[in-house]
């Protein structure tokens, strides 16, 4: 399941009609928090983005999915890949392709911003 599913709109392109990197960029940053805070309640901050490669452009009217897994888990901090997927709205065809990778390191912190251990969510059921 995708952590986040986005419709890419027109307010969104480049003078070439496609999607800005930034803006893949900034819904990356949400799905690792999201899959950060799998492993953390509490504030989660981004300290890293290692190895973005964009292979493919996103298009105006694409559906973009993004797939989170957890690399590593340290004391303060959570290692996470984001694999960011795109089905072409216009196309006859309707295929996913891949578009994005990204790695992503998000830290634990306290109210001063500072480093704090990682508090495992309690499970419920």
């Known amino acids: 399941m995708p952590v986040i599913r986005q419709l890419t709109m027109p307010k969104d392109a480049n003078a070439l009609g496609t999607i800005f990197g930034g803006v893949i960029l900034a819904q990356i940053d949400q799905a690792a928090a999201i899959e950060a805070h ?8 981004t300290v890293a983005m290692d190895s973005i490669e964009f ?14 897994t957890t690399r590593k888990v340290g004391r303060t ?33 306290d109210e001063d911003c500072k480093p704090i251990p990682l508090n495992r969510p309690q499970k419920q059921g």
Do not use: N
């Not at 452009?57 to 694409?62: A, H």
């Open 38 to 45: 799998r492993h953390h309640v509490g504030r989660v901050v």
């Open 55 to 68: 292979k493919q452009p996103v298009l105006i009217g694409d559906l973009v999915s993004y797939f989170t």
């Open 77 to 109: 901090s959570v290692t996470i890949d984001v694999h960011v997927w795109a089905q072409r709205q216009f196309a006859e065809s309707g295929d996913f392709i891949p578009v994005t990778d990204a790695c992503v390191t998000m830290v634990a912190v």
